[in-house]
């Protein structure tokens, strides 16, 4: 179903990785993730790639996304899926943090949007791939 407010509908292949506490080195603030960067990266390039020219500043955005995460082969069993396997991932990374990296790639790395304070809305969700999903992000911009 097509939503008419639909700004743009991208994937992000990959491990998403969350935007978390910073690091004093040599004088500078840095991600402590090391992975951090590269992901937010292709969040940017996803986002060039499939969305519209940079959304004006007034415009109040809805940010929509799913985070697939590939099961631990610890879940599964020879017959299925183990008794004991959570049906989500309730571990790390936090859900909050997934989707403050997706903030910032928008709009710092790739200045989709003027500033992620547009965020005025979100929908997130994190969940195992199903079937022969890969991992990565769904995201979805709406304009409100």
Not at 41 to 46: D, F, G, K, T, Y
Not at 119 to 143: N, V
Request: glycine letters at 6%.
């Amino acid at each position: 179903m097509t939503n008419q407010n639909e700004i743009c509908c991208f994937f992000v292949d990959g491990i998403p990785v969350a935007q978390g506490s910073k690091t004093l080195m040599r004088g500078r603030m840095i991600d402590s993730n090391p992975k951090l960067k590269p992901w937010r990266n292709a969040v940017a390039l996803e986002a060039r790639r499939y969305g519209q020219n940079k959304i004006p500043a007034s415009t109040p955005i809805w940010l929509k996304v799913t985070f697939m995460f590939e099961r631990p082969k610890s879940h599964l069993t020879k017959s299925g899926l183990a008794k004991s396997a959570p049906l989500q991932p309730v571990y790390k990374p936090d859900l909050d943090k997934l989707v403050r990296a997706i903030g910032d790639a928008i709009s710092v790395n790739c200045q989709l949007l003027q500033d992620d304070s547009q965020i005025t809305r979100t929908t997130a969700e994190k969940r195992y791939c199903i079937g022969s999903e890969t991992p990565g992000a769904l995201i979805q911009l709406f304009m409100l």
